[in-house]
């Protein structure tokens, strides 16, 4: 099978990041031995999550509108969402499922190409519906549900060893993850005729 040119762009990103970031086959093992124990802990942070995101208007106001893959009844106004509106009930599955991928899948092609189709789904130019979510939302975003994930895996009561070994590999997995985002924002994946030095991490 003939890759396109983006999908090779992807998967040498990737492997590149993840050799700068020595991000092990231990440290995903790691996390993968624990995904099914952290799936509770996933579903406490999806409410936190859509709780905090539901409290501002700058984010609440991307939920009154068309979204990726839903059929269902859109808010014509901020006031109509609920938790209990079937876009939102939509949008935590979603997310759940994005999180229980990412803790879980093993580091193939396909798992790369999921990485970037996260990135797409929230720009217009890339892939999104209609609109563009703000950049500095998404890494916000990042930032309140890091501090949480730590919080859950303490509450597994795994070795310190172990603990500090899946801490490393879930940052360094969320890491990748919001430069997968962020290129779709600044362009970071160049033409095909930029030469070898498209790839460098500097």
């Given at each position: 099978m003939v890759r396109d040119s983006s999908d090779q762009e992807h998967l040498e990103k990737f492997r590149q990041l993840r050799n700068f970031l020595e991000l092990s086959?231990?440290?995903?093992?790691?996390?993968?031995?624990?995904?099914?124990?952290?799936?509770?802990v996933l579903n406490r942070l999806i409410e936190d999550v859509y709780e905090h995101l539901t409290e501002q208007d700058c984010t609440l106001r991307h939920f009154a509108r068309p979204q990726n893959?839903?059929?269902?009844?859109?808010?014509?106004?901020?006031?109509?969402?609920?938790?209990?509106?079937?876009?939102m009930k939509f949008r935590k599955?979603?997310?759940?499922?994005?999180?229980?991928?990412?803790?879980?899948r093993p580091l193939n092609e396909p798992f790369i190409q999921y990485l970037n189709w996260v990135g797409m789904i929230h720009h217009a130019?890339?892939?999104?519906?209609?609109?563009?979510?703000?950049?500095?939302?998404?890494?916000?975003?990042?930032?309140f549900i890091m501090p949480r994930l730590t919080a859950g895996i303490g509450e597994l009561k795994l070795s310190r060893h172990r603990e500090e070994k899946v801490m490393r590999g879930l940052q360094k997995l969320l890491w990748i993850q919001n430069e997968f985002i962020l290129m779709h924002y600044h362009g970071s994946i160049p033409s095909e005729d930029s030469g070898k030095a498209r790839h460098d991490l500097g």
């Open positions: 086959d231990s440290e995903i093992q790691a996390v993968h031995e624990i995904s099914e124990r952290l799936e509770p893959s839903y059929t269902g009844p859109v808010p014509k106004t901020i006031e109509e969402i609920t938790p209990d509106h079937p876009l599955q979603a997310t759940l499922r994005y999180l229980i991928s990412l803790i879980s130019k890339a892939g999104a519906t209609r609109f563009t979510v703000p950049v500095v939302q998404l890494e916000a975003l990042m930032g």
